[in-house]
């Protein structure tokens, strides 16, 4: 079993739905959850990123984490054609002052026009 | 200004010889890294340094061979490519913890014939 695992796609809505990403994860160990985002051909950037518990909202971005379940989701609301990429969950380790940052596998999301 | 870059984008090149990506960042990180993208998109980390000094080697098969002359810049020397080295090879940097998330480079896609 990998440490993270990531809802397998692709996925593709209608503009304006509202998508819902989601990852499990094995590893207690895991402290800090973040979303990426990587368009065709780029790097991935920091969508967002949380600690603890809970929802945290960027504009139409909520990301969720319930640590006792080791369950983290990333709402998109009212997607837009735009937000056609692939997004990974990732989540780090801290040993000490060092940190290792792992992915899931990637979901390619299509926002259909 | 580009945050993190990385040279050469693309790189094809035959079986059995030795090539180097460079990678730089101006963002006055700590610590950088190395990950590989394979064909079904899955990021890996292979190692990280921080302040030239080698945090993480994740099993990555010795003709992998990283090199700091800086903190600011992290090159990665492959010897004797392999077919199965073809890939996306993302460098990416952090504060020391990471845990603001990892900035990465747009990638160089390494394709061996």
């Known amino acids: 079993q990998k440490e993270v695992e990531q809802d397998p796609g692709p996925l593709s809505v209608p503009e304006g739905a509202i998508v819902s990403l989601n990852c499990t994860y094995s590893?207690?160990?895991?402290?800090?959850f973040m979303w990426y985002r990587q368009y065709s051909r780029k790097g991935p950037e920091l969508l967002m990123y949380t600690y603890s518990s809970g929802n945290k909202e960027d504009g139409r971005f909520t990301a969720q984490v319930d640590k006792s379940s080791k369950y983290i989701s990333l709402f998109i609301r009212d997607s837009q054609p735009s937000d056609s990429a692939t997004y990974l969950c990732a989540m780090i380790t801290l040993t000490g002052a060092n940190s290792k940052l792992t992915f899931g596998k990637g979901i390619t999301l299509s926002v259909r026009p | 200004d580009t945050a993190v870059s990385q040279t050469p984008k693309y790189l094809v090149t035959q079986m059995g010889n030795d090539k180097s990506i460079k990678c730089e960042q101006n963002?006055?990180?700590?610590?950088m890294y190395w990950y590989k993208q394979d064909s079904k998109k899955f990021l890996k980390i292979m190692f990280s340094y921080n302040n030239k000094e080698l945090i993480i080697n994740e099993t990555v098969p010795n003709r992998f061979s990283p090199k700091s002359p800086d903190k600011a810049h992290l090159n990665l020397h492959i010897n004797s490519l392999e077919l199965g080295d073809s890939a996306v090879y993302f460098c990416a940097s952090s504060q020391m913890t990471g845990t603001g998330g990892y900035t990465f480079g747009s990638g160089t896609r390494l394709t061996v014939v």
């Open positions: 590893n207690s160990a895991f402290q800090y």
């Open positions: 963002l006055g990180h700590d610590t």
